[in-house]
């Protein structure tokens, strides 16, 4: 079963839109909640993690949302960028820290 | 600059040879990890480490085992190679206690 539920799995975007990403996840036991990156040809780097205490997270253009009682979560990319085009995946961590993954979302953000 | 380095970017393998993913990490991380990334999946987890020696099952390790005998190298083995293990192989390590992964750049495995 699919611990981290992710969509959309591709998101085509307009150079300076804003670019929305969902995911949901079961395990309340999810301490930890981190957006990886990745491009072609590389592994995955984080870009951006949540604690379940805060709501909202930002860093430059990039954002997340956390709504606990509904257990969803979001990443938000203002000001979208050709050079952020990348594959984007949602994660948890849980009591091991161990790193259960979304299924990715591919991003292709338009000149 | 701290480093996962996987031995090999592409590899082509017979079906039913055995196979060895090296993996090597110098930042003195205790835990190590393997997955493997397939389109529309995501990353699976198959195995990991938290210390020498020391090895744990993912959610896949079918078709797997893994040896840790230093701190700094994780291995996965595949003990006979089948189509259906055809993927991209991502290794990853962490230290004890905290959140962040560093990954390697994966391993493109093609078995015929």
């Known amino acids: 079963q699919q611990q981290v539920k992710q969509s959309p799995q591709s998101l085509i975007v307009q150079k300076g839109g804003i670019s929305i990403i969902n995911c949901a996840y079961e395990?309340?036991?999810?301490?930890?909640f981190p957006w990886y990156q990745q491009f072609p040809g590389k592994g995955p780097a984080l870009l951006i993690a949540i604690r379940p205490d805060v709501s909202e997270k930002k860093e430059g253009r990039f954002t997340i949302s956390f709504n606990k009682s509904a257990k969803q979560f979001s990443l938000h990319i203002m000001d979208s960028q050709p050079g952020d085009s990348a594959t984007y995946f949602c994660?948890?961590?849980?009591?091991?820290?161990?790193?259960?993954f979304g299924s990715g979302t591919r991003l292709l953000v338009r000149p | 600059d701290v480093k996962v380095t996987q031995s090999s970017r592409y590899l082509v393998k017979r079906t039913g040879e055995k196979v060895f993913l090296e993996c090597v990490q110098d930042m003195d991380h205790e835990n190590m990890f393997w997955y493997r990334q397939d389109p529309g999946l995501g990353l699976r987890l198959i195995y990991f480490s938290y210390d020498v020696k020391m090895k744990e099952k993912g959610d896949i390790p079918e078709g797997y085992s893994v040896s840790r005998e230093k701190k700094e190298r994780f291995s996965l083995i595949l003990e006979s190679a089948s189509t259906n293990q055809t993927s991209m192989y991502l290794c990853a390590s962490n230290l004890q206690g905290y959140y962040g992964y560093t990954f390697g750049s994966g391993t493109r495995l093609t078995v015929v």
């Open positions: 994660a948890a961590v849980d009591s091991s820290y161990k790193l259960i």
């Open positions: 395990n309340t036991a999810f301490d930890y």
